[in-house]
């Protein structure tokens, strides 16, 4: 992705944010409690496991039950829960920028690309 850029006349960012099993719980209560959003059930969240290629699988348990409910996630709907997280904490994520998750053992990595256009004096743009 890198050598894309570097070939062309611009300025292009690369940031990425890991989100540890931690900050993935703090992640889904938010979406939990978000208005309209169906794919969450209530109750408590034990535990969030990544998957490869960014998917998460949330562990909850809800009250009354005996057994630990499993809810799996995509990576796209991932993608949207921590999106809206990071609106919530005041991470500034570009609208416009690319963005991929990938997970390792440390968590869920969103790697976010944003370009640049870049001019030289008397340029025209």
């Not at 070939?7 to 209560?29: G, N, S, V």
């Amino acid at each position: 992705l890198r050598d894309v850029y570097k070939r062309q006349l611009m300025i292009y960012e690369l940031r990425e944010l890991t989100f540890t099993e931690a900050a993935l719980k703090d992640a889904f209560r938010w979406y939990q409690v978000a208005p309209n959003q169906k794919d969450l059930p209530h109750g408590v969240i034990a535990s969030v496991k990544p998957q490869p290629g960014g998917g998460v699988v949330v562990m909850l348990q809800q009250a009354g039950a005996s057994k630990m409910r499993e809810v799996a996630f995509p990576s796209a709907r991932v993608l949207m829960v921590l999106l809206y997280f990071c609106r919530k904490q005041k991470i500034p994520i570009p609208r416009e920028s690319e963005k991929t998750l990938s997970a390792d053992e440390a968590g869920v990595i969103l790697t976010i690309g944003y370009q640049f256009r870049s001019t030289g004096p008397g340029a025209q743009v």
